[in-house]
């Protein structure tokens, strides 16, 4: 890791709260999770949520609504029976979320579902034309660059 001015920085709290803003780095809370190829994205956002969701205080009402949303529009796509407007509907309330809590929590609990979306849109997709095979295995992130199956269609 460098400097704004190409510098060495160290990966420690002290290097980075060296300077903040100035230097390019600042420390904060956060984290990461590592998955491998075979977790489900859509599964595990829904997991975020649900507890973003009850860890909410209900205080306002962006987080206390909109957790509550997510939660249920992702329990749709994780159990099968999700839309492909979902996705859109998930990042809009994500957006209505961000900015308008009065703790971070809200903050905290809208990006994750706007990330997943924005990185992963082709599995939530998959559990949309896929939901009956997605409620009994994981489309992996080992395929998040393939393209999706073409749905056959039914000669009536």
Request: glycine letters at 10%; proline letters at 3%.
């Amino acid at each position: 890791m460098k400097t704004i001015n190409n510098e060495p920085r160290l990966m420690s709290y002290e290097s980075l709260a060296d300077g903040g803003f100035v230097s390019g780095t600042m420390m904060g809370s956060g984290g990461f999770i590592a998955f491998d190829e075979d977790q489900c994205i859509v599964r595990n956002t829904w997991n975020f949520t649900r507890f973003y969701h009850h860890e909410s205080c209900g205080q306002c009402s962006p987080c206390r609504e909109g957790t509550g949303w997510m939660e249920k529009v992702l329990h749709r796509l994780e159990h099968g029976h999700g839309k492909l407007s979902d996705m859109d509907l998930l990042v809009d309330v994500s957006k209505k979320i961000e900015g308008n809590t009065i703790c971070p929590l809200g903050d905290a609990a809208a990006w994750p579902v706007a990330s997943a979306i924005r990185h992963f849109r082709d599995e939530f997709e998959w559990h949309v034309t896929n939901g009956a095979e997605a409620v009994t295995r994981n489309y992996g992130i080992a395929h998040y660059a393939d393209s999706l199956p073409v749905a056959a269609t039914v000669a009536g």
